[in-house]
């Protein structure tokens, strides 16, 4: 599935994986996060084996992540309960990150009576509670319009700036991962490598006039070329 495939990612760093359908994009992330072995190589995090490291992980689809008997708060408390925090410090992390999101006020509601994005926010909100090591975070805003979207990823840009949890995210949006990402790695079909990784020199805090800049199309028409050469 895979070909000699190295990637490297700074402490504090957002990466972006941009690649074809087919190419292992969820399993590469899977093998990241320790839940598939690679048949050779290996993965490391601040040196350690992922399944020894502390990795947050943000699947396409909230209902994989998130239990519909507790609350908003309780579903993002309940990872930090099991890592032994105190009943306190449990919810004053879980305010404190809804209330980065605007959630603080669903706090104690059910997942059914929330949006479709706020469900994803929970998800979010969930793994980011926990300050792991990386975050992974498989296509979360596959399922959403346009225009929610284009407000998660200002809420998860917001709560990423606040913590700089190095971040690997999995977009099949090639606006998405430019606007949300230091670099993106670009991979090819099958058996995938990286084809090229492109530095994205977008100032932050991001906004979304970003999007009609000049350097923002230019950068997305050059990733677009290099995805799509021998794709």
């Not at 992390?93 to 706090?107: F, M, N, P, Q």
């Amino acid at each position: 599935m895979f070909h000699d495939l190295q990637l490297d990612v700074s402490k504090g760093e957002f990466v972006t994986i941009f690649g074809p359908n087919g190419s292992g994009k969820t399993t590469l992330l899977n093998i990241i996060s320790g839940l598939e072995e690679p048949s050779s190589g290996e993965v490391l995090i601040n040196g350690k084996k992922p399944k020894d490291a502390d990795v947050g992980f943000v699947f396409q689809n909230y209902n994989e992540s998130l239990f519909p008997w507790l609350t908003t708060i309780e579903n993002i408390a309940f990872p930090l309960s099991v890592k032994g925090v105190s009943k306190e410090e449990q919810l004053r992390i879980a305010e404190h990150t809804l209330s980065r999101v605007g959630l603080i006020d669903s706090k104690d509601k059910y997942v059914y009576q929330l949006s479709g994005g706020q469900r994803q926010l929970v998800s979010i909100c969930r793994a980011i509670a926990m300050n792991p090591d990386v975050l992974i975070m498989d296509e979360p805003f596959s399922a959403l319009d346009y225009s929610t979207t284009r407000k998660m990823e200002l809420h998860l840009l917001d709560i990423w700036q606040e913590q700089k949890i190095t971040t690997l995210f999995v977009s099949h949006d090639i606006e998405e991962a430019i606007f949300l990402a230091d670099r993106v790695a670009v991979l090819s079909p099958q058996p995938a490598t990286i084809k090229k990784i492109f530095e994205v020199k977008l100032p932050r805090p991001r906004t979304l006039g970003m999007f009609t800049k000049p350097n923002f199309t230019e950068l997305r028409n050059a990733v677009l070329e290099s995805f799509e050469y021998d794709s």
